[in-house]
């Protein structure tokens, strides 16, 4: 969904003839299917116009007290209403918020979201985006745990290992930078896993790692050092699998495995003798020496895999 596309309209139609062409449905039809014609984007022209028609959102903002309270409780109520109609949350935000930005209020989709981590210290718990964590894959809040923060953004890693995936398909010398986890990760995992809006607020760390270069990324999961320097020691660093990873397990035939403990996985490799290994934090919470990077099922190890790392700014 094309957010700016949206906006830019939105932003035509009030600079040509005032805002309040939002409120007339009649008048504001006939502006958007002049300013988006045809069908590269249909999908964001009819989203606008539901906006306008079914939800009276042009009118609704436009009545709302001025009060960034009042604001913000009226954002609330609206985005809870059209969801509550059954469209997704990644389109709903979409649409209000351009909707509320051209009005000339702030972002206030953002602003909920960012006050979930906004005052959250080291060690603190907050929920952001949602992922299949259920055994029959049913869709829950993702929690997060701060690891670190400075004035600009919020370093934090997913409390739970959230799913199974190699650090790399191939049994082959690969550094971070190629690997098959990190285009999965910053691809598939971040699109499943996060609205629009949320998104928005996934900054992009600079990393460097011990092989291979430097890379930029948006999601990613920590190196040896990270891992090292961010828990206070073995125990503050273990984990628990989802309810959905030890499904994973158990279907491969895993049965074993218990459910209370999880491995998971380094950017890191272990020296360049052992190019097609990446380095692992034990269930133990002691940090391993090296696993083949195309394994997801350790022998005698249990379940593990992906525990997913970001930045959030502030």
């Not at 190890?301 to 959030?312: C, T």
Request: a negative charge; charged letters at 30%; one cysteine or more.
């Amino acid at each position: 969904m094309d957010y700016e596309a949206m906006r830019q309209a939105l932003r035509d139609c009030a600079d040509r003839q005032g805002t309040g062409i939002l409120a007339d449905k009649t008048r504001f039809r006939e502006a958007i299917s002049e300013l988006m014609p045809g069908i590269e984007l249909q999908d964001e022209r009819n989203l606008l116009l539901i906006g306008a028609d079914v939800f009276c959102l042009g009118e609704k903002l436009r009545e709302a007290a001025s009060d960034d309270e009042s604001r913000l409780r009226a954002f609330q109520n609206l985005l809870k209403e059209i969801t509550g109609c059954g469209m997704g949350r990644d389109a709903a935000e979409s649409v209000l918020q351009a909707f509320a930005s051209v009005l000339g209020w702030e972002d206030y989709a953002l602003a909920q979201l960012r006050a979930v981590y906004a005052d959250k210290q080291i060690g603190e718990r907050f929920e952001f985006g949602s992922y299949p964590q259920g055994s029959n894959g049913e869709v829950m809040p993702i929690t997060w745990r701060v690891l670190d923060r400075g004035s600009e953004s919020v370093l934090a890693i997913s409390e739970y290992v959230l799913d199974a995936q190699p650090y790399h398909k191939k049994c082959c010398g690969i550094t971070w930078n190629k690997s098959s986890l990190r285009g999965w990760i910053n691809n598939d995992f971040i699109a499943k896993a996060f609205t629009c809006a949320e998104r928005s607020l996934i900054k992009t760390s600079k990393l460097s790692n011990n092989a291979g270069p430097s890379t930029e990324d948006r999601l990613f999961v920590l190196s040896e050092d990270e891992a090292e320097d961010l828990f206070a020691d073995d125990a503050d660093r273990k984990a628990k699998p989802t309810d959905y990873v030890a499904a994973i397990y158990k279907k491969a035939g895993d049965t074993d495995s218990s459910a209370d403990e999880a491995w998971w996985r380094l950017r890191s490799r272990p020296g360049t003798w052992w190019d097609f290994c990446s380095l692992l934090v034990n269930s133990d919470g002691t940090i391993h020496g090296g696993a083949d990077v195309t394994i997801v099922r350790f022998n005698g190890m249990g379940i593990g895999s992906v525990r997913p790392a970001l930045r959030l700014s502030l």
